[in-house]
Structure formats: C-alpha cells, structure tokens
C-alpha cells in the first residue's frame, strides 16, 4: 500500500508539528509524515511506541477529516450530579446565616455546607470537588472579621464619619493634634496553625517554660505626623488605660491640645476615664465630655465640679457640703468613695501634679 500525500499536505503536516497545541495532534502528524515517507506501519508503529493498528486507524482518520480528525474526542464521563441550580443555592447559602437554619455554630465550612446540602437537595458531593468549584464561583476559604455595625444607629454612625473626615482635613492646620487610640496584646508565646507532618507521626514543638506572658500595649497614633506614643502594662483595664492618658497629655502632649478617637471598649467609657479626661483643661476635651458628665454618679459629678471651682486647693467645708448637696451627695460619701480617694479632690497638693494621690481628709474645717 502506498501513503502518498500532495504538496499542500505535507506542508501542513510540517505546520501541525511545530505549531499546534494539541501534543496528540502534532505526534499523530508526524506518523503519518513517516508514512509518506516511505517508512513501514510496523517501523511507525516500532518509533512511536504504539501497535500498527493504531498507526493504520491514524492514517484513516486523516484521510477522513485531515489533521483536525487527529485530536481527542471529548470524552462524556459519568453525568455530573448537580446543576446550575444547585450551585445558585449554594452560592444563596454562603450569604445566610446557619443560626437562621437552627444551627449553633455561625460560619460556613466545606464539610458544613455540603452535608446541609445533601439534606436539602439528595445529592452527595466531594468535598474536593465542592471546593474547586466554589473557587471557580469565586469563593474563597478565609477567616471572617466580626462587625459591630447591627449594634450601631445608622445615623450617629453616618454623623461620626463626617466628623472624622473633617477633623482629618482640620488636624493639617489646626492647633490640635488628632490621636487614634487602640489598645493590643502581645505573647511571648507561638500560635499553632494546621502543618504538614508523617502519617501517624504528630509533630511536637517545645513550648516555652512558666507561664504564658501577655503584654498590653495602649498607643496613640498621630494623624498629622504618624507618630506613635505608647505604654506597657500586664493588665487592660480603667486603671491602665487611665495611666496612659496621664502619659499621653502630662508628657508627650503637654502644651498641645489634642482630640482622642477611641472605640467603645468599656474601660474607654468607664467613669473613671471620663472623669479623669475632664479634669485636663483641654476645650476638645471638655466639648466631648459635656453630653458624658450627666451621666456620671453623683460623687463623681462632686469631684468634677470642685475641680473646676477650686482644683487641688482646699476649701471651706460649707461650700463642699453645698456643692455635695447639690450633686445629690454628701461630703462623707464623696470622702469614702473609691474614686474620691484615688483621685483625691479633698487636701492639699503642690500645683505641679495634676493628680495628687495622697489620702483625702476631711474635718469639719474644710474640705
């Protein structure tokens, strides 16, 4: 038998071989290039590791249909068990939350969403398979960030950002500084994360001797200069964050005003903090305070309102007791409080500390 091709071929047949992508294709061509060359079937056959069958059934699909008839026939494979609407169910179920589905859990996984939906729709799915095709919807595997936004009104919200973004264009030639203040806390020691290790063979990493060590760090960051002012401390709470503000308006920020935008962390809104804010002379200070103070206890609201009346001078104890009165309190009661003593709004105190932390007394003399 002889295998003859044109011209015309056999310069296709050159093209097919160095150009086309399919790699079955441009082998499959050079075989039947061999063939038109005056080589044997069997020595094709030999030189391309195939039987002569197939080098004959390659030479009549050429004749057939040219080189396009050299290529794989798609392959049908098993019918796949879902379809577009179960992958839009899918993609509907991501965006639910499970406790609407009388589940305790709250987020979404591979294993979750498939048994979910083998109970709502029969079928059973891989979950390799669910997850490349969740890749190819888009989806990917991430941790998800917690939002406080339901808790918040909509409005206020709204108002607070405009109010940041024109206290930001301020801050670049006001005669204030803008500080954001966030608090974290830091381990000495490493977190574990999935890894790869031996079947049967769990790794171990030594972990450090004594105690877990945490440090928290309270820091303000300057809008306008980038500047970052910080402290240490082993707990996170009123009495730290108080400390650091002590640090942050007495030492780094002394002969500056400044405006704090803090979040809503309960030490940032105890009434210890929002007493001690009050105290500085700060206008910023004291307009963002002015809704606050009403809502102080009454010893508290005593010690505001004797500071701005006398300071850390003493005083007569009638003008005390009236003003007590006034706040709905007694002067004993402000003297015996936890705050009063701290803080120590009763004796005397040099005018270089802003917050004196002897013990308060108090006679029947003054106060």
Not at 125 to 154: C, I, N, T, Y
Not at 155 to 168: N, T, Y
Not at 227 to 256: D, R
Request: proline letters at 4%; glycine letters at 6%.
């Amino acid at each position: 038998m002889r295998y003859f091709l044109s011209e015309v071929q056999a310069q296709a047949l050159e093209r097919a071989m160095h150009n086309d992508s399919r790699a079955e294709v441009a082998l499959r061509c050079a075989a039947i290039r061999q063939l038109h060359l005056g080589e044997k079937p069997s020595d094709v056959a030999q030189h391309f590791v195939v039987c002569s069958t197939t080098v004959y059934r390659w030479w009549n699909l050429y004749c057939e249909g040219g080189i396009e008839a050299l290529s794989n026939r798609s392959k049908s494979g098993r019918p796949p068990k879902t379809d577009a609407a179960y992958w839009q169910r899918l993609q509907e179920l991501i965006e639910e939350d499970p406790r609407e589905h009388n589940y305790v859990f709250v987020v979404w996984t591979t294993d979750r969403l498939r048994d979910h939906m083998e109970v709502e729709t029969s079928i059973s799915v891989s979950a390799g398979w669910q997850r490349e095709r969740m890749k190819k919807l888009g989806f990917v595997f991430r941790r998800p960030k917690k939002d406080l936004r339901h808790l918040q009104d909509p409005q206020q919200r709204d108002a607070a950002d405009e109010w940041l973004k024109e206290a930001k264009k301020a801050s670049a030639t006001a005669d204030f500084e803008l500080l954001f203040v966030d608090e974290s806390t830091v381990t000495q020691d490493f977190s574990i994360r999935a890894c790869w290790m031996k079947w049967g063979q769990q790794k171990r990493l030594p972990a450090p001797p004594g105690a877990n060590a945490f440090h928290h760090v309270t820091g303000a960051l300057n809008w306008r200069s980038q500047q970052v002012t910080y402290t240490l401390a082993k707990t996170k709470n009123s009495e730290t964050f108080i400390e650091f503000l002590e640090h942050l308006l007495e030492v780094a920020y002394p002969q500056k005003r400044i405006v704090l935008v803090m979040d809503n962390a309960p030490w940032h809104r105890s009434h210890a903090v929002q007493a001690v804010l009050s105290l500085y002379e700060s206008q910023a200070l004291d307009d963002t305070l002015e809704d606050a103070i009403a809502d102080l206890d009454a010893e508290t609201r005593f010690a505001v309102g004797w500071f701005e009346e006398q300071g850390f001078q003493a005083g007569d104890f009638g003008r005390a007791n009236v003003l007590a009165l006034g706040k709905n309190t007694a002067v004993e009661s402000v003297a015996l409080g936890g705050f009063a003593r701290r803080y120590s709004f009763f004796g005397g105190s040099s005018g270089s500390d802003r917050r004196p932390r002897t013990q308060p007394k108090v006679s029947r003399t003054e106060a």
